[in-house]
């Protein structure tokens, strides 16, 4: 019944496990009640199927799902495997995770397993194998969701079970260990291996230097490791799911190729949504970032680019707050709904709050849930059960497409490149969060464009521009995917540092930059960081004046390009900072410094794709604007993140969906109110 394009469906998370029986069946009556139609459940509950090594024991979930099924709740079933019991991790210590100094991580919390273990994966495999066979069955159950955030609390693994994998993982990429030595530039500083006993995962070395291509690969080899283990359940809950009933896991979390993984394992992808986070005491104080809670439309702006209509597998119902760190206040009136409304806006078409109720035990007792430890009536659920009631109107936008003109690439070899390098990971860190904020205040609806190794050129055609910023690591695939793009009418913004890297994260020795030397028609004779004592540096573009950040290269057009902009300060004055190329139909511009939100304003601008919507709605800078479309029926969505109420102008009629009118002219928006319009 999920995602299957009809509606929009609200769940909760459910633990049977952490309360008496006796409050089952009004729970499950009074979630109907509030219409919550799913629950998702036993994702830490290994023991209750399997008390001891291989004694299985269903009664406890059947109990439940008796009731589930007499009270008409579907149930979303997950496996286990987050959270190994103790009698496990004690007989087989290799089951665990270790730290870079091989430390063990032990029983207690959560999380502290590895993918590699034969016996973890054996017992992993037989636990799936177990509880799927006897509860897939259940007309209550609806889908799976696989383990619990791959990849969460650490995406670090260093088991002796690792350490042996990633030795497998480089013979079967290498075969030779020259070809090895040769992708690691082992050369350098002696490292060169003669044995395969020599080679493991990353250990502590001096400096914290150890070498990048290795790094680079041990990130491949997390996300390989962490695919496999969910191939390994998916292949087997394959086997046993009723037809129509879903695979699922939900994330995002690092060094994981989620895309890759959803596309080999799973159905589709489910996020958990937490902007209150942007709220909480650690980060609060030391961010300062214009965008708090609106910034988790970044994230859900990732889970897009891997399954365009999503679900929320757990949506922020209460106060963060573990009994050991991060502490964040109550949702105010109308953030529950605020927040919602972002996840369905970016594509959600199921929202599942976390948790039903606070739970009275154990490291969440402050994470709150919808209701407080005590079920008493409260703010939060009932404003859980007025969207509810929003929802019943909002049907019809079920499976409908988030709307976006503007792309924004990215992959993996560079985003891991990003986080090991210094210079590559401190531009990349400036301009998407410029790049963000720009769409955000200029109400440009962007989606991010993940290229993969069969990413065609007709899905990038759907584009009018896509901006690739700092792709340090290119190769001949991606350079020729991108001319298709541009070459067919497309409108690419390159640059700076694109190109420098090979697929071993080495510097390549052609001029930069390098692959895209052609497309671009640009060659980079000069580079540097900004020098600190340099002061505000300018670009001249035609007349308009944008800010560089960062990093200065210094560009020469080549015959049949054209400078079209140049810096204006330091020794660099009147060296090019953008090049303009005209390329079959389209246009690639090489630009030649980190983004700022003024510069990313000016290309949107200059580039014609600023605020699409302008005609349509005049939205204040304190509000999100997102369109979903389906059958040619456009939903607009406004949401207001401040305490304050603003005011937005229709400038076409549409119908409240909220309340069935028809409305245009102004449109009030509450503290944190929202509006879905649907366009007439
Ligand atoms: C999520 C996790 C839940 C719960 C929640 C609140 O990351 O999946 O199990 O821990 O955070 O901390």
Same mark, same amino acid.
């Given at each position: 019944?999920?995602?299957?394009?009809?509606?929009?469906?609200?769940?909760?998370?459910?633990?049977?496990?952490?309360?008496? !029986?006796?409050?089952?069946?009004?729970?499950?009556?009074?979630?109907?009640?509030?219409?919550?139609?799913?629950?998702?459940?036993?994702?830490?509950?290994?023991?209750?199927?399997?008390?001891?090594?291989?004694?299985?024991?269903?009664?406890?979930?059947?109990?439940?799902?008796?009731?589930?099924?007499?009270?008409?709740?579907?149930?979303?079933?997950?496996?286990?495997?987050?959270?190994?019991?103790?009698?496990?991790?004690?007989?087989?210590?290799?089951?665990?995770?270790?730290?870079?100094?091989?430390?063990?991580?032990?029983?207690?919390?959560?999380?502290?397993?590895?993918?590699?273990?034969?016996?973890?994966?054996?017992?992993?495999?037989?636990?799936?194998?177990?509880?799927?066979?006897?509860?897939?069955?259940?007309?209550?159950?609806?889908?799976?969701?696989?383990?619990?955030?791959?990849?969460?609390?650490?995406?670090?693994?260093?088991? !002796?079970?690792?350490?042996?994998?990633?030795?497998?993982?480089?013979?079967?990429?290498?075969?030779?260990?020259?070809?090895?030595?040769?992708?690691?530039?082992?050369?350098?500083?002696?490292?060169?291996?003669?044995?395969?006993?020599?080679?493991?995962?990353?250990?502590?070395?001096?400096?914290?230097?150890?070498?990048?291509?290795?790094?680079?690969?041990?990130?491949?080899?997390?996300?390989?490791?962490?695919?496999?283990?969910?191939?390994?359940? @998916?292949?087997?809950?394959?086997?046993?799911?009723?037809?129509?009933?879903?695979?699922?896991?939900?994330?995002?979390?690092?060094?994981?190729?989620?895309?890759?993984?959803?596309?080999?394992?799973?159905?589709?992808?489910?996020?958990?949504?937490?902007?209150?986070?942007?709220?909480?005491? /650690? $980060?609060?104080?030391?961010?300062?970032?214009?965008?708090?809670?609106?910034?988790?439309?970044?994230?859900?702006? !990732?889970?897009?680019?891997?399954?365009?209509?999503?679900?929320?597998?757990?949506?922020?119902? %209460?106060?963060?707050?573990?009994? @050991?760190?991060?502490?964040?206040?109550?949702?105010?009136?109308?953030?529950?709904?605020?927040?919602?409304?972002?996840?369905?806006?970016?594509?959600?078409?199921?929202?599942?709050?976390?948790?039903?109720?606070?739970?009275?035990? %154990?490291?969440?007792?402050?994470?709150?849930?919808?209701?407080?430890?005590?079920?008493?009536?409260?703010?939060?659920?009932?404003?859980?059960?007025?969207?509810?009631?929003?929802?019943?109107?909002?049907?019809? $936008?079920?499976?409908?497409?988030?709307?976006?003109?503007?792309?924004?690439?990215?992959?993996?070899?560079?985003?891991?490149?990003?986080?090991?390098?210094?210079?590559?990971?401190?531009?990349?860190?400036?301009?998407?969060?410029?790049?963000?904020?720009?769409?955000?205040?200029?109400?440009?609806?962007?989606?991010?464009?993940?290229?993969?190794?069969?990413?065609?050129?007709?899905?990038?055609?759907?584009?009018?521009?896509?901006?690739?910023?700092?792709?340090?690591?290119?190769?001949?695939?991606?350079?020729?995917?991108?001319?298709?793009?541009?070459?067919?009418?497309?409108?690419?913004?390159?640059?700076?540092?694109?190109?420098?890297?090979?697929?071993?994260?080495?510097?390549?020795?052609?001029?930069?930059? %390098?692959?895209?030397?052609?497309?671009? &028609?640009?060659?980079?004779? !000069?580079?540097?960081?900004?020098?600190?004592?340099?002061?505000?540096?300018?670009?001249?573009?035609?007349?308009?004046?944008?800010?560089?950040? /960062?990093?200065?290269? /210094?560009?020469?057009?080549?015959?049949?390009?054209?400078?079209?902009?140049?810096?204006?300060?330091?020794?660099?004055? %009147?060296?090019?900072?953008?090049?303009?190329?005209?390329? &079959?139909?389209?246009?690639?511009?090489?630009?030649?410094?980190?983004?700022?939100?003024?510069?990313?304003?000016?290309?949107?601008?200059?580039?014609?794709?600023?605020?699409?919507?302008?005609?349509?709605?005049?939205?204040?800078?304190?509000?999100?604007?997102?369109?979903?479309?389906?059958?040619?029926?456009?939903?607009?969505?406004?949401?207001?993140?401040?305490?304050?109420?603003?005011?937005?102008?229709?400038?076409?009629?549409?119908?409240?969906?909220?309340?069935?009118?028809?409305?245009?002219?102004?449109?009030?928006?509450?503290?944190?109110?929202?509006?879905?319009?649907?366009?007439?």
């Amino acid at each position: 019944m999920i995602l299957k394009g009809d509606r929009l469906i609200l769940g909760a998370c459910y633990y049977p496990e952490h309360w008496p !029986e006796s409050m089952w069946r009004e729970d499950l009556r009074r979630m109907l009640d509030t219409g919550i139609e799913v629950i998702r459940i036993a994702e830490f509950a290994w023991n209750k199927i399997e008390p001891r090594e291989g004694v299985f024991d269903y009664s406890f979930f059947d109990r439940f799902l008796d009731m589930a099924e007499e009270e008409g709740m579907k149930v979303i079933f997950c496996t286990p495997t987050a959270t190994p019991p103790a009698w496990l991790t004690e007989k087989y210590p290799e089951a665990l995770n270790a730290d870079i100094d091989g430390t063990l991580f032990y029983h207690g919390a959560r999380r502290h397993y590895n993918y590699n273990s034969p016996i973890y994966r054996e017992l992993s495999a037989r636990i799936t194998e177990k509880s799927a066979s006897h509860y897939a069955p259940r007309p209550c159950v609806i889908g799976w969701q696989i383990d619990n955030e791959v990849n969460c609390e650490t995406d670090f693994f260093y088991s !002796e079970s690792d350490h042996n994998a990633f030795r497998v993982f480089l013979q079967e990429k290498y075969g030779t260990l020259d070809e090895l030595n040769r992708a690691w530039g082992t050369a350098f500083w002696n490292q060169t291996y003669t044995d395969w006993q020599e080679v493991h995962a990353p250990r502590k070395t001096y400096t914290n230097s150890t070498n990048p291509h290795e790094v680079l690969d041990y990130y491949r080899f997390i996300s390989h490791s962490a695919r496999s283990f969910v191939k390994l359940q @998916s292949d087997i809950i394959a086997k046993y799911k009723k037809p129509g009933d879903f695979i699922t896991t939900n994330g995002l979390f690092g060094h994981l190729d989620n895309h890759r993984m959803t596309a080999e394992s799973l159905d589709f992808m489910t996020y958990d949504s937490y902007p209150n986070f942007a709220y909480s005491q /650690e $980060l609060y104080a030391g961010d300062s970032d214009v965008m708090k809670d609106r910034k988790w439309s970044r994230n859900l702006s !990732e889970v897009r680019s891997i399954s365009p209509v999503f679900g929320i597998m757990e949506q922020q119902s %209460g106060a963060n707050g573990w009994n @050991s760190r991060m502490e964040a206040p109550s949702p105010r009136p109308g953030q529950i709904t605020l927040w919602t409304m972002q996840s369905i806006a970016h594509g959600a078409d199921y929202v599942s709050y976390f948790r039903w109720r606070t739970c009275t035990m %154990g490291t969440e007792i402050y994470w709150h849930g919808i209701l407080d430890y005590s079920s008493r009536e409260n703010r939060r659920l009932r404003e859980v059960r007025d969207i509810h009631r929003k929802l019943q109107a909002l049907g019809g $936008l079920a499976g409908s497409r988030y709307q976006a003109r503007v792309g924004m690439i990215r992959d993996y070899d560079n985003i891991w490149d990003a986080q090991l390098d210094i210079w590559h990971g401190r531009l990349e860190r400036q301009s998407q969060k410029a790049f963000f904020e720009a769409a955000q205040l200029t109400h440009t609806p962007f989606d991010y464009v993940y290229l993969r190794e069969d990413t065609t050129p007709e899905e990038l055609a759907g584009y009018t521009v896509l901006f690739y910023p700092h792709a340090a690591i290119l190769t001949e695939k991606q350079a020729k995917l991108l001319e298709r793009y541009v070459e067919n009418g497309g409108i690419l913004v390159a640059g700076c540092r694109n190109g420098y890297k090979n697929i071993d994260g080495q510097c390549v020795r052609d001029e930069l930059p %390098g692959l895209l030397s052609g497309l671009t &028609g640009t060659a980079v004779a !000069e580079y540097t960081p900004i020098a600190p004592d340099t002061g505000a540096v300018f670009i001249n573009w035609d007349g308009d004046r944008l800010p560089a950040s /960062e990093y200065v290269e /210094e560009l020469e057009a080549a015959p049949g390009a054209r400078t079209a902009g140049v810096y204006e300060q330091d020794y660099y004055q %009147g060296s090019g900072a953008l090049i303009e190329n005209r390329f &079959g139909k389209g246009t690639a511009y090489y630009y030649g410094s980190a983004y700022t939100v003024d510069a990313v304003k000016t290309f949107l601008k200059k580039l014609g794709v600023a605020s699409p919507w302008a005609g349509v709605v005049q939205a204040p800078q304190e509000c999100e604007l997102a369109v979903r479309e389906k059958d040619g029926r456009q939903y607009l969505f406004l949401l207001n993140y401040s305490p304050k109420a603003v005011g937005a102008q229709l400038l076409r009629p549409g119908k409240n969906l909220y309340t069935g009118e028809t409305v245009s002219g102004s449109l009030e928006l509450g503290p944190y109110g929202t509006a879905v319009i649907e366009l007439t």
